[in-house]
């Protein structure tokens, strides 16, 4: 690809009002949950990112991917601090948060045993999951229509960022283990691997919070939450094609081209530098 994208780093601070962390999106409980408990997986999972990049650094050539891993690592680091704050809000509403990202840690920590090669293929195989599952929400703005501010701003921020670097870790992959079969067949591999462990969590994770949220029982919203995702609009249903294009031999992230996203991302620092603009004056 002839796509080039040099990511950037943004050290926002969002202040995320603890008391609205499961009421912050006005869809109910079950959607709000549903995004609650994506944020418990990036703490742990970013921090492998880094470290399976890590582990090549010094095999990699070229001034512009040398510069672009280093910013990716930058952007990373900012997005597990931020979900540690957001995870810790989540904690204070008796959600448990702990439990699972010990799940999460010890299962990384196992990953970390395997072969340098499908710890990096696990990881572009993961930044894929997360390019689709950002692209989802710039997409579809009644996701994040009419949420809590600094909870918005946290995911569209996210997922900004997400679309941004969503090539780095496979342009690095390519350049130190090739384009050939054997590549291809362990990123593959890494990328079934790695979405069957993803959502074998994720699903009883998510029941959980929605249970210690008290809709266990609430039929209305598990339909809600069904429709958003796979009934209408459906729209992970609708993100399947993209999900899938991982498994074509010239696969690369930017034949998906949302490059026009990136252009909300200096309205949405100016907003969040009026968060604390706000705060001052509230103290």
Same mark, same amino acid.
């Given at each position: 690809m002839?796509?080039?994208?040099?990511p950037?780093?943004?050290?926002?601070?969002f202040?995320l009002p603890?008391?609205?962390a499961?009421?912050?999106?006005?869809?109910?409980?079950?959607?709000?949950?549903?995004?609650?408990?994506?944020?418990?997986?990036?703490?742990?999972?970013?921090?492998?990112?880094?470290?399976?990049?890590?582990?090549?650094?010094?095999?990699i050539?070229?001034?512009?991917?040398?510069?672009?891993?280093?910013a990716?690592i930058?952007?990373?680091?900012f997005?597990?601090?931020e979900?540690?704050?957001?995870?810790d809000?989540?904690?204070?509403?008796g959600?448990?948060?702990?439990?699972m990202?010990?799940?999460?840690v010890?299962?990384?920590e196992? @990953?970390?045993? /395997?072969?340098?090669s499908?710890? !990096?293929?696990?990881t572009v195989?993961?930044?894929? +999951?997360?390019a689709? =599952? &950002?692209?989802?929400?710039?997409?579809?703005?009644s996701?994040?229509?009419e949420?809590?501010?600094?909870?918005s701003?946290v995911?569209?921020?996210?997922?900004?960022e997400?679309?941004e670097?969503?090539?780095?870790?496979?342009d690095?992959?390519?350049?130190?283990?090739g384009k050939?079969?054997k590549?291809?067949?362990?990123?593959?591999?890494?990328?079934?691997i790695?979405?069957?462990?993803?959502?074998?969590?994720?699903?009883p994770?998510?029941? @959980?919070?929605? /249970?210690?949220?008290?809709?266990? !029982?609430?039929?209305?919203?598990?339909?809600?939450? +069904?429709?958003?995702? =796979? &009934?209408?609009?459906?729209?992970?249903?609708?993100?399947?094609?993209?999900?899938?294009?991982?498994?074509?031999?010239?696969f690369h992230?930017?034949?998906?081209?949302?490059?026009?996203?990136?252009?909300?991302?200096?309205?949405?620092?100016?907003?969040?530098?009026?968060?604390?603009v706000?705060q001052?004056?509230?103290?």
């Amino acid at each position: 690809m002839t796509i080039q994208v040099d990511p950037i780093r943004r050290n926002l601070r969002f202040g995320l009002p603890k008391d609205k962390a499961i009421s912050w999106n006005p869809a109910g409980l079950h959607v709000t949950q549903f995004f609650n408990t994506l944020s418990l997986f990036f703490p742990a999972g970013e921090r492998f990112f880094i470290q399976s990049v890590r582990n090549y650094r010094q095999e990699i050539v070229g001034d512009d991917l040398k510069e672009q891993i280093s910013a990716f690592i930058g952007q990373e680091g900012f997005h597990t601090r931020e979900h540690e704050e957001y995870n810790d809000a989540l904690v204070a509403a008796g959600m448990p948060v702990e439990a699972m990202d010990r799940v999460v840690v010890e299962l990384l920590e196992l @990953v970390k045993k /395997a072969p340098r090669s499908f710890q !990096l293929a696990a990881t572009v195989a993961l930044e894929h +999951l997360t390019a689709v =599952l &950002g692209d989802v929400l710039l997409r579809n703005d009644s996701l994040l229509k009419e949420v809590e501010p600094h909870f918005s701003a946290v995911w569209r921020w996210h997922a900004i960022e997400e679309t941004e670097h969503k090539a780095v870790c496979f342009d690095a992959y390519e350049q130190v283990l090739g384009k050939g079969i054997k590549a291809y067949s362990l990123r593959v591999g890494a990328f079934v691997i790695a979405n069957l462990l993803f959502w074998s969590l994720y699903v009883p994770f998510y029941t @959980v919070m929605v /249970a210690k949220g008290g809709g266990l !029982l609430n039929l209305k919203g598990w339909g809600k939450v +069904l429709n958003l995702t =796979l &009934g209408r609009p459906g729209v992970l249903r609708r993100a399947l094609p993209d999900w899938l294009d991982f498994f074509r031999p010239g696969f690369h992230p930017w034949m998906h081209d949302n490059r026009h996203f990136l252009d909300l991302a200096d309205a949405l620092v100016e907003e969040v530098a009026n968060f604390d603009v706000n705060q001052a004056k509230a103290a």
